[in-house]
């Protein structure tokens, strides 16, 4: 964050040479210099590339309120907080003014009474890009008051006309002014609440209780929504979704390596989760989304992978602490565990009562024999199979550290086997390593190459 500006009153802004531009204009004027200069506008955001973005810029550069409409967990919320990085870093304020105006433009009775009367003098204060975006989640009980505003009686009550402007409770929209208005689940709002919010999107005004006060509001609205609330909870009325500029449907990532890139920046992993971990959940979450069992239109949001991942890190660290291990390293045995607490994200289709827990196992199972596949091609685990010949086996489980694992594996005669599923993985310690070849036995089970027993916490291979 850079220094706030050491200018202190309106003579000062003049002198500096500082010029006032609408928030559209701002904005669009920061997003065409974004992109002339190559800067990504949109960090943090990955899957929208060719998709979204390019359709939310064009929306912005045309000065258009937008709504996005996407099933739940398809980075909506995320997205509109990130056009705050499209403001001015600092923006000059009268100070003390209650709608956050600009100096060179008072557009409340109190503020031009000041202007006249204090010219020059008149103090400004600055406000970062951080505090012009407001967020609000609509809910069935929010108010006229809550987004516009109303009558205040207790200033009534100190002696004013219930017609004086100062008597007005200012409500978030026209404390917004002059910048972003982000409301999250639109059509939860009642309908006579969004027709409150007509004149504001579209004449700029607010009327309370009778009184229409003239006031050119400078803010864009931006909204999130989910299709099915069209018919399901609630619906945008007709007038105010015509009153937004740009309507532009999200989705789940496209690309494999941008779910990963979701779930490692939103995850937070008490422990070290390899990336094949994050790998699998995302392919997980992939197979779930095109699972006929699994109600897609409720979706399959990010934040089923990313609590899985969380999930899995907080295992590894559990066994860490009980076992005294010195890394914290995150396997297949804990991702199998994990899955049994994510089942409540997920809406199954009404016909699959009773079959949910054999829905998520065998998609988990096709999920790591991809992940298998992908980094152990063309590693020839002959050696390993054939030591695996019904005398000897490998046992690992929840509470097996990564060291006991290791020494209970069986020597492979100097093959380097070991050593080469390792180097696939790019393993650096024995947790990265007992990961990876716990990885490699899962991957021969599901090729049906060795048997697997499970019981009680604990995993036999042989």
Same mark, same amino acid.
């Given at each position: 964050m850079?220094?706030?500006?050491?200018?202190?009153?309106v003579?000062?802004?003049?002198?500096?040479? *500082? =010029?006032?531009k609408?928030?559209? *204009?701002?904005i669009?004027d920061?997003?065409?210099?974004?992109l002339?200069?190559?800067?990504?506008?949109?960090?943090g955001?990955?899957?929208?590339?060719?998709?979204?973005?390019?359709?939310?810029?064009?929306?912005?550069?045309a000065? *258009?309120?937008?709504?996005?409409?996407?099933?739940?967990g398809?980075?909506?919320?995320?997205?509109?907080?990130?056009?705050?990085?499209?403001?001015?870093?600092w923006?000059?304020?009268?100070?003390?003014?209650?709608l956050?105006?600009?100096p060179y433009?008072?557009?409340?009775?109190?503020?031009?009474?000041r202007?006249?009367?204090?010219?020059?003098?008149?103090?400004?204060?600055?406000? *970062?890009?951080?505090?012009?975006?407001?967020?609000?989640?609509?809910t069935?009980?929010?108010?006229?008051?809550?987004?516009?505003?109303?009558?205040?009686?207790?200033?009534?009550?100190?002696?004013r006309?219930?017609?004086?402007?100062?008597?007005?409770?200012y409500?978030?929209?026209?404390?917004?002014?002059?910048g972003?208005?982000?409301?999250?689940e639109?059509?939860?709002?009642?309908?006579?609440?969004?027709?409150?919010m007509?004149n504001?999107?579209?004449?700029?005004d607010?009327?309370?209780?009778?009184y229409?006060?003239?006031?050119?509001?400078?803010v864009?609205?931006?909204?999130?929504?989910?299709?099915?609330?069209y018919?399901n909870?609630?619906?945008?009325i007709?007038?105010?979704?015509?009153?937004f500029?740009?309507? =532009?449907?999200?989705h789940?990532?496209?690309?494999l390596?941008?779910?990963v890139?979701?779930?490692a920046?939103?995850g937070?992993?008490?422990?070290?989760?390899?990336?094949?971990?994050?790998?699998?959940?995302?392919?997980?979450?992939?197979a779930?989304?095109?699972?006929?069992?699994?109600?897609?239109?409720?979706?399959?949001?990010?934040?089923?992978?990313?609590a899985?991942?969380?999930t899995?890190?907080?295992?590894a660290?559990?066994?860490?602490?009980?076992r005294?291990?010195?890394?914290a390293?995150a396997?297949?045995v804990?991702?199998?565990?994990?899955?049994?607490?994510?089942?409540?994200?997920?809406?199954?289709?009404?016909?699959?009562?009773?079959?949910?827990?054999?829905?998520?196992?065998?998609?988990?199972?096709m999920?790591?024999?991809?992940?298998v596949?992908v980094?152990?091609?063309g590693?020839?685990?002959g050696?390993?199979?054939?030591?695996?010949d019904?005398?000897?086996t490998?046992t690992?489980?929840?509470?097996v550290?990564?060291?006991?694992f290791?020494?209970?594996?069986?020597s492979?005669?100097?093959?380097?086997?070991?050593?080469?599923?390792s180097?696939?993985?790019?393993a650096k310690?024995?947790g990265q390593?007992?990961?990876?070849?716990?990885?490699?036995?899962?991957?021969?089970?599901?090729?049906?190459?060795i048997?697997?027993?499970?019981?009680?916490?604990?995993?036999?291979?042989?």
């Open positions: 850079s220094d706030r500006p050491d200018i202190f009153t003579g000062e802004l003049r002198a500096a040479g *500082h =010029i006032d609408d928030l559209r *204009h701002e669009r920061n997003l065409l210099a974004a002339a200069a190559g800067r990504d506008p949109w960090p955001i990955y899957g929208f590339g060719r998709t979204v973005l390019p359709q939310l810029e064009r929306a912005l550069i000065g *258009h309120d937008v709504v996005l409409l996407g099933e739940r398809q980075g909506k919320t995320r997205l509109m907080r990130t056009l705050a990085g499209l403001l001015d870093e923006s000059p304020v009268i100070e003390g003014s209650e956050n105006e600009h433009e008072p557009i409340t009775e109190q503020s031009r009474t202007a006249v009367a204090e010219g020059d003098r008149m103090r400004v204060a600055w406000r *970062h890009r951080s505090e012009r975006y407001i967020e609000k989640l609509a069935p009980d929010t108010s006229v008051a809550d987004l516009i505003g109303d009558v205040d009686p207790m200033r009534v009550a100190e002696g006309r219930l017609g004086d402007p100062e008597t007005i409770h409500g978030l929209i026209p404390r917004a002014n002059r972003i208005v982000g409301i999250n639109l059509p939860d709002l009642a309908e006579r609440i969004q027709v409150a007509l504001v999107m579209e004449e700029r607010i009327q309370i209780r009778g229409v006060l003239r006031l050119p509001l400078d864009l609205v931006v909204a999130s929504a989910n299709p099915e609330d018919t909870r609630g619906r945008i007709t007038p105010l979704k015509d009153r500029g740009a309507e =532009i449907r999200t789940y990532p496209i690309e390596d941008d779910e890139a979701v779930i920046q939103e937070r992993l008490v422990a070290d989760v390899p990336p094949v971990m994050l790998e699998i959940l995302a392919r997980y979450t992939r779930l989304r095109q699972s006929p069992a699994i109600n897609q239109s409720s979706g399959v949001s990010a934040r089923f992978a990313i899985g991942a969380e899995v890190a907080a295992a660290l559990h066994r860490a602490t009980v005294g291990e010195d890394e390293v396997r297949i804990d991702l199998e565990s994990a899955v049994e607490v994510l089942t409540g994200k997920l809406e199954f289709e009404s016909g699959e009562e009773g079959r949910e827990q054999a829905v998520l196992d065998h998609l988990l199972r999920a790591t024999a991809e992940a596949r980094h152990y091609r590693l020839d685990f050696p390993l199979v054939a030591a695996l019904g005398h000897l490998v690992t489980g929840e509470q550290t990564a060291r006991e290791l020494e209970n594996l069986p492979l005669d100097g093959s380097g086997l070991y050593e080469e599923i180097g696939q993985l790019d310690n024995d390593r007992a990961a990876a070849i716990e990885l490699a036995l899962e991957g021969l089970f599901l090729a049906r190459r048997s697997k027993e499970s019981d009680g916490g604990e995993t036999i291979y042989g």
